[in-house]
Structures are given as structure tokens and as C-alpha cells.
């Protein structure tokens, strides 16, 4: 979020709590750090959300498309040359700490911004498939194959499609079918290998069976729609 967001968000945070506004505080505004990061592409003047996310997530700039992976990819989209590009997120560098992690967004989970934090791709559209790159894993399959992905703690967001199969009708609506072309069920697989891994965990997707869900006794909670 740049200063003009910030500045806007925060006058009308602090109007509709009957004050003129700027002398309001955002959230992480009172946080004890909090730093400025430039979030160009490399090889674009106006950037994308991918590449932005690799910015601030991994610490790196990024060429536009790309998510997870630095400069020496030799373009979006190009499967081979991502071998080698990978960069890690502050998502593993907090796993390493021992600290727990997650994402929240009003997205798809594996949409450009959040992929950035636990994908390594070279294209954000790779969500379910990678348009015939066999050498490379689509976004979702990373997520629940991969570190730090599987270790994230909470994971909050929609898009149940690029977990399903194409085979499928969503869970909500039937009538809209999965996006895996593998048969891969990977909300399945998640939930066997935390069972096999004794771990406690919380899988949702509406709000009554969220509303249930109790921290302290689920160490995993992922919730799509």
C-alpha cells in the first residue's frame, strides 16, 4: 500500500470515528519498525502484482509475470530458466525461526500477491497448470507439496478451483468444475498427509463451520471459498 493509500485510508478510519482524520493511526502504524520498500519490475515501467509481491515478501526485484524468483529468469513464462531463480520468502525465513505463519487475502490463495509468499514460478497464471511446462509445478501444487507452504498455519482466500480437478463440481456450487487437469484432489491430499502426520488441523468453507473452529486446539486451519 503506498503513502497515498495510507493517507486516504487513514483519514476516513478517523472520520468515521468522528475526528477530522489525519491525526489517526493505522494498524501497523503502531507497530514499533516499519520501513518504505520499492516494488518496481525490472523490465517494466508500471508493475505487476507479482512481481511487486516478490519485492516485499522476498526482498528482491522481479520481472513483470514472475512470482517467487529473481532477476536471472530470462523471461515470464519461461520454464527453464526459472531453475536457479528461486528466492525464499519471509514466510520460510520465519518457519526457520520457529515462528508460525499464514496468509489472509480477499483473493485466490494462489493468486500473483499471495504466491509470492510460498511459490516460485514463472508464470503468476500457472495457478492450476503450467500450459504444458512439465519441468515446472503449478502454484496450488506448491502450496501443499512444497516449503514453506505446507508448514503455513493459518491460510485464509478463495479459489477451491485450482485444487480440484476438472472432473469435479465445486463443493458450493456444482456446477462450477475444478481447474486441475492432473486429478489431483489437493484439498484431499492435504487433509490425508496431516492425518498421517498426526498434526491437528481445521479445513472450512463456510462460515458456520468457521465460526467453530478453535486455535487452540488446531495447530493447521485453512478456510477457501
Not at 21 to 46: C, I, M, P, R
Not at 141 to 155: A, R, T
Request: glycine share 10%; charged share 25%.
Amino acid at each position: 500500500m503506498g503513502l497515498p493509500s495510507q493517507f486516504t485510508g487513514r483519514v476516513l478510519k478517523g472520520q468515521r470515528n468522528n475526528s477530522s482524520g489525519e491525526e489517526e493511526f493505522l494498524e501497523w502504524e503502531k507497530w514499533q519498525h516499519s520501513a518504505l520498500a520499492k516494488t518496481y519490475n525490472t523490465d517494466y515501467q508500471v508493475a505487476d502484482s507479482a512481481g511487486t509481491a516478490t519485492a516485499y515478501l522476498c526482498g528482491v526485484k522481479a520481472k513483470q509475470g514472475t512470482a517467487g524468483l529473481d532477476d536471472t529468469v530470462d523471461d515470464r513464462g519461461h520454464c527453464a530458466s526459472s531453475k536457479g531463480a528461486e528466492v525464499t520468502s519471509i514466510a520460510e525465513w520465519a518457519i526457520n525461526a520457529g515462528k508460525s505463519t499464514g496468509l489472509v487475502t480477499t483473493s485466490r490463495v494462489t493468486h500473483a500477491s499471495p504466491s509470492a509468499l510460498y511459490a516460485n514460478t514463472a508464470e503468476r497464471n500457472w495457478e492450476a497448470e503450467t500450459g504444458g511446462n512439465d519441468d515446472c509445478k503449478d502454484i496450488a501444487s506448491q502450496m501443499v507439496d512444497d516449503i514453506p507452504g505446507k508448514f503455513l498455519n493459518v491460510i485464509l482466500g478463495g479459489g477451491r478451483r485450482s485444487f480440484v480437478p476438472s472432473t469435479e463440481g465445486d463443493v458450493e456450487n456444482p456446477a462450477d468444475l475444478g481447474r486441475r487437469l492432473d486429478g489431483r484432489n489437493l484439498i484431499e491430499e492435504w487433509q490425508q498427509e496431516k492425518n498421517s502426520s498426526g498434526v491437528k488441523y481445521k479445513y472450512v468453507w463456510n462460515v458456520a463451520d468457521f465460526e467453530e473452529v478453535d486455535p487452540e486446539k488446531n495447530r493447521l486451519f485453512v478456510r477457501t471459498f
